[in-house]
């Protein structure tokens, strides 16, 4: 399997910079009895390299369900509708970043500074609470809000054969007037995702971070590198 090695039991990385397109941010796979839930899905410029990366994985993207979107960054996302159109699966999102990834806003989806432009696409399920469950076969994957980064930012958590994995995308920021990042809202998610004390950490783009210990030192690395909440 090589670099499509398991992160945990039927959970992979499928896209990255080095693994897909030096643009994607990181593309998660997890199995869920017969479907697959991907988490984000890459900047739009090599999707098939994804798709290529989920058969190298033994898996057929046929299967491909649902797709969570962990907020509206056009390197996180900019594949969206490829997937939707291809694989006809329900498009998750939170609500407050819900309408930048249906218009393709340029600013607040960053499509002007990677100087691209993102096709309009809906999203089918828009997540409004503090917490929400995905049920996907005997799985249930727990969307938590976690703002800062942008306003309807999310992550993700799912617990499997022991272990609490976490996909926790850009929780490190940038922070920007352009993003309506809030770092006092920022410093508040942190804590919450600090609370959950999760063995496996799935970042965005810096890869995976285990053990639970370093999860902590990762997530609080960056808490005391924000002490101010002015941008
Ligand atoms: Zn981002
Ligand atoms: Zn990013």
Same mark, same amino acid.
């Given at each position: ?28 796979? =997890?199995? &869920? #009895?017969? *479907? ?7 900047? @739009?410029?090599? %999707? !098939?390299? +994804? ?82 469950? =995905?049920? &996907? #076969?005997? *799985? ?7 703002? @800062?980064?942008? %306003? !309807?930012? +999310? ?77």
């Amino acid at each position: 399997m090589g670099e499509h090695e398991a992160v945990a039991g039927g959970i992979y990385q499928v896209g990255g910079s080095d693994l897909s397109d030096p643009y994607d941010a990181s593309v998660f796979v =997890i199995t &869920c #009895g017969q *479907d697959l839930v991907m988490i984000d899905c890459g900047a @739009g410029k090599a %999707p !098939g390299a +994804i798709v290529e990366n989920i058969k190298e994985a033994g898996l057929d993207p046929q299967r491909i369900t649902t797709l969570v979107l962990t907020h509206c960054h056009v390197d996180h996302i900019g594949s969206v509708s490829y997937f939707k159109e291809k694989y006809n699966c329900t498009v998750v999102a939170h609500d407050l970043d819900a309408d930048a990834i249906e218009s393709g806003d340029p600013t607040l989806t960053a499509a002007r500074l990677y100087n691209t432009k993102l096709p309009s696409t809906t999203v089918d399920r828009r997540l409004k609470g503090d917490q929400e469950i =995905i049920a &996907c #076969g005997t *799985d249930v994957l727990h969307c938590i809000h976690t703002p @800062g980064h942008t %306003p !309807g930012s +999310i992550s993700v958590y799912i617990d499997r054969q022991g272990s609490r994995i976490l996909f926790g995308q850009d929780i490190h920021g940038p922070f920007t007037r352009e993003f309506k990042s809030d770092i006092s809202q920022w410093r508040d998610s942190m804590n919450k995702l600090l609370e959950l004390k999760a063995d496996i950490l799935c970042e965005g783009h810096f890869g995976i971070y285990k053990p639970k210990e370093r999860v902590e030192r990762y997530i609080k690395g960056y808490l005391g590198q924000h002490l101010s909440d002015f941008l």
